[in-house]
């Protein structure tokens, strides 16, 4: 297995070059990066929490913490042992809130594609109820790990910690686990099941499907991460599981939006391209009010104005959705 440090920068590497990717295509879609939305804003301060999770993480995995071996004689520990310790619960401290920021920001970019493949379409109230669950279950789960699990706060650092929760934090893993893995598969289906509805070409299916299929890895991941957080809890395991989880849900979050910078390297055609022309494409799409294609993405600027005067769908080829006229 390869060192933490390794993997964690591999990961890091990837993550980056794929959301370089997403910003260069959206800048070349849009003209200038001046006009990227509010998903693109959301992802870039994302890529910030995740550069301060993998240096942090890897401060964490050669760091002590308040999380005692049973029968540990707290007596043997001297004023230099426990300013260790109360750093390393400090930076676990981090490392969580900066995970979770990560997974659930993932998941409000990927649902603002959502909300804009199914705007004006039945299937745009399913978005909105996951829209209200991911937003409910995070803010329940950071009251409950800020407010309520660990009184004191300061007790997340407190060497020794007179409760199990500020140290073990079990209460907290279990309901991450729980809203995560919830919203996860809720999500996963939703975008199984618009992609099978499309009239994408199949070879275009199978590509989309292996980037939604990594979500199947990020649920693998947050299952296993909360595994050998409860098993191996003086283990290193759960911090490699931390890193492939927020990198994969990174990936999946940033691989959709990449398709014009791929266009304009490779001269490729339009990913919904499949032998019909657009206007026959457009009639298709209005006759069964379902979403043609994972290429649409919300774009309210100029182009829309461009005698859009009834603009009931929307459709565009380069991942930006603008108005059709009627």
């Given at each position: 297995?390869?060192?933490?440090?390794?993997?964690?920068?591999?990961?890091?590497?990837?993550?980056?070059?794929?959301?370089?990717?997403?910003f260069v295509s959206r800048g070349l879609l849009f003209g200038t990066i001046t006009k990227l939305q509010i998903d693109d804003w959301v992802m870039a301060f994302t890529l910030c929490l995740y550069t301060v999770l993998v240096?942090?993480?890897?401060?964490?995995?050669?760091?002590?913490?308040?999380?005692l071996p049973p029968g540990f004689d707290v007596n043997h520990l001297t004023p230099q042992d426990i300013r260790d310790r109360e750093y390393g619960s400090k930076m676990i401290l981090v490392v969580e809130q900066c995970q979770i920021s990560i997974i659930w920001l993932s998941k409000v970019c990927l649902l603002i594609m959502y909300y804009r493949l199914t705007?004006?379409?039945?299937?745009?109230?399913?978005?909105?109820?996951?829209?209200?669950?991911?937003?409910?279950?995070?803010?329940?789960?950071?009251i409950c790990y800020l407010a309520?699990?660990?009184?004191?706060?300061?007790?997340?650092?407190?060497?020794?910690?007179p409760n199990i929760q500020?140290?073990?934090?079990?209460?907290?893993?279990?309901?991450?686990?729980?809203?995560?893995?919830?919203s996860d598969l809720m999500m996963l289906v939703v975008a199984l099941q618009m992609l099978i509805r499309s009239r994408l070409p199949l070879r275009r299916k199978i590509v989309?499907?292996?980037?939604?299929?990594?979500?199947?890895?990020?649920?693998?991941?947050?299952?296993?991460?909360?595994?050998?957080?409860?098993?191996?809890?003086f283990g290193g395991q759960w911090t490699y599981w931390y890193v492939r989880e927020s990198s994969t849900a990174l990936l999946v979050a940033n691989l959709p939006f990449c398709?014009?910078?791929l266009r304009r390297l490779f001269n490729l055609r339009a990913f919904d391209s499949g032998g019909a022309t657009r206007s026959q494409r457009t009639l298709a799409t209005r006759a069964t009010g379902r979403v043609a294609d994972f290429d649409r993405m919300s774009r309210t600027s100029e182009g829309s104005a461009r005698g859009a005067n009834s603009a009931t769908l929307t459709q565009d080829t380069d991942n930006s959705l603008q108005p059709l006229n009627a």
């Open positions: 297995m390869l060192p933490l440090v390794v993997e964690a920068w591999v990961w890091y590497g990837v993550v980056v070059v794929v959301a370089l990717a997403r240096v942090c993480i890897n401060i964490v995995a050669h760091a002590n913490s308040n999380l705007y004006n379409l039945k299937e745009n109230i399913v978005i909105k109820f996951l829209v209200v669950y991911v937003a409910a279950s995070f803010l329940i789960m950071e309520v699990w660990c009184r004191p706060f300061s007790n997340y650092w407190a060497v020794p910690t500020c140290s073990a934090a079990t209460h907290h893993l279990i309901m991450n686990a729980v809203f995560n893995l919830s989309l499907s292996g980037i939604f299929g990594l979500g199947i890895f990020v649920i693998l991941a947050a299952v296993l991460n909360k595994y050998y957080s409860f098993t191996q809890p398709w014009t910078l």
